[in-house]
């Protein structure tokens, strides 16, 4: 069992810019995949980016391509996400998943114009 606790979220303006972190309870943490979701209002849960165990390679979707960056430090069992340029579209909760089983609480983080 994994428990995940995402830390970060919060208010901010258009163009603003938050991280944030996710830690894992777990001794084997660098030898978990991570990624980031995150589901706006009325909206589908939807991916967002991914890191390998290393963190040597990560994607991104699309639309934060470019904005948010994703990165992990294994020492400290902590996982990141740096969001960049923020757009009110951004606004979400954003949930921290490990190998596509485990999933943290969400944390809000809103956009506002």
């Known amino acids: 069992q994994v428990q995940l606790v995402e830390l970060g979220g919060g208010l901010v303006q258009v163009g603003g810019s938050l991280r944030l972190s996710c830690a894992a309870s777990?001794?084997?943490?660098?030898?978990?995949?991570f990624r980031w979701f995150r589901r706006a209002p009325g909206k589908e849960r939807e991916f967002v980016a991914a890191?390998?165990?290393?963190?040597?390679?990560?994607t991104y979707a699309d639309p934060v391509k470019g904005r948010f960056t994703i990165s992990r430090d294994n020492a400290k069992n902590t996982m990141y996400l740096q969001m960049n340029n923020l757009k009110v579209e951004d606004t979400a909760v954003y949930y921290c998943?490990?190998?596509?089983?485990?999933w943290g609480q969400g944390t809000q983080v809103t956009v506002s114009s």
């Open positions: 998943n490990a190998d596509e089983r485990w």
């Open positions: 777990t001794r084997a943490f660098s030898m978990l995949e």
């Open positions: 890191i390998s165990r290393s963190g040597s390679w990560s």
